[in-house]
């Protein structure tokens, strides 16, 4: 069990109880017990949002809930633009005229509301004390051709960043991290979600027509399929390449290494990224603007794995980025089930550089629970 010292006198102790399942639900629906109304009840925080910074949690005899410790720096909690990792209130307020419906639908039907939740573990494995610790790590974008990230809660002191493409990255610092300690850090996102793609002008199209590491688009091999699968508009060339991608490669099992479009080609067929490898640089070879895109795909509020985590392919036609999925076999829909938290280049113009999710600066393991 973690240790996490003396408590200063700002220490919250938190019953975290989902109101779906928790003992209070037949209360609150009942309104009013003791003078309190059903928005007075949900006001007071139960179960709304998890707010820990280094929190350790304890076994409760309530069916199984814990109690969360919450370290927080006294910042505003309240509001968004505070350094500090607290509670933040919900996009949604409760005091909106338009709060956000259980079903994750806003009044708008081509829009949808998503909560998705993860954790980051991060261990110290040394016997001694780690000082100056950095963790950079992708949350999902903050405006894409789909999506807008409307609010960002993480349980820990914090910065947010965002680079000239778009991501958002939060950023941890831990200045002194003691032996064998292991921190737990949750994270919530708020992302509105939209079934048809914005239209935006493409400012730099060559930043996405070009080869790159895993995308040989000038191998002679993909140059020449990409000839043969060339129709006169790009909406149908890209559409070609999506079935030829869909039909010709078959599933291979998870390969920790990206070995790219390439050896989709020779081998004919690979993981998730190989099929998107493949996909961008038969669209690149044709002039059409494509990248590869990671994240993760549902229809529905989620607490997010690690092992979820998927790669896909978006091209640029019609005055919009636009979904290529042959994986899982989604051409342009269901777009608006597809949360975004990286674009594939050869070095993202930020921190985390090359890599795929995350970069620690010290001796700290991390992982994506």
């Known amino acids: 069990m973690d240790s996490i010292g003396p408590w200063p006198e700002e220490t919250e102790v938190r019953l975290m109880i989902p109101i779906g399942k928790s ?24 179960a709304l949002f998890a707010s820990v910074a280094f929190k350790t949690a304890y076994p409760f005899p309530m069916g199984g809930y814990a109690v969360e410790i919450n370290r927080h720096s006294g910042r505003d909690r309240r ?36 909560q998705l939740r993860f954790t980051v573990s991060l261990a110290n494995p040394k016997p001694h004390e780690l000082q100056s610790q950095t963790l950079w790590l992708y949350v999902p974008v903050a405006e894409g051709p789909t999506q807008q990230l409307a609010a960002l809660t993480v349980s820990m002191l914090h910065e947010r960043l965002t680079d000239a493409i778009g991501h958002a990255i939060v950023k941890l610092d831990f200045p002194k991290f003691p032996p064998f300690a292991t921190k737990l850090v949750s994270i919530t996102a708020h992302v509105l979600l939209t079934r048809e793609p914005v239209s935006t002008p493409l400012q730099n199209p060559q930043d996405w027509l070009g080869a790159e590491h895993f995308v040989e688009t000038n191998d002679p091999r993909i140059q020449q399929l990409a000839a043969e699968l060339k129709h006169p508009t790009d909406r149908e060339t890209a559409e070609s390449i999506y079935a030829w991608t869909r039909g010709n490669l078959h599933h291979t099992a998870y390969a920790a290494d990206v070995l790219g ?19 961008i640089a038969l669209a690149r070879a044709n002039g059409i603007p494509a990248r590869r895109v990671g994240g993760f795909v549902t229809d529905h509020d989620s607490v997010l794995r690690a092992a979820d985590y998927h790669d896909w392919a978006e091209v640029y036609f019609d005055g ?32 985390i550089g090359r890599s795929q999710r995350f970069r620690v600066l010290g001796e700290l393991e991390v992982r994506l629970m």
Do not use: I
């Open 23 to 46: 003992p209070l639900t037949p209360l609150l629906q009942r309104g009013e017990p003791n003078g309190m109304s059903r928005r007075d009840c949900l006001k007071t925080g139960v």
């Open 79 to 114: 509001n968004p633009d505070s350094r500090d990792g607290g509670v933040q209130e919900h996009p949604c307020s409760l005091d909106s005229g338009d709060p956000c419906r259980n079903d994750g639908e806003t009044s708008n039907p081509t829009n949808t509301h998503r």
């Open 261 to 279: 479009a390439l050896d989709a080609l020779r081998r004919g067929g690979g993981d998730c990224t190989e099929y998107a490898c493949l996909a």
């Open 320 to 351: 919009a980025w636009r979904l290529l999925d042959a994986h899982k076999g989604h051409w342009l829909e269901p777009a608006g089930q597809y949360v975004a938290f990286r674009h594939g280049r050869d070095e993202a113009p930020n921190p």
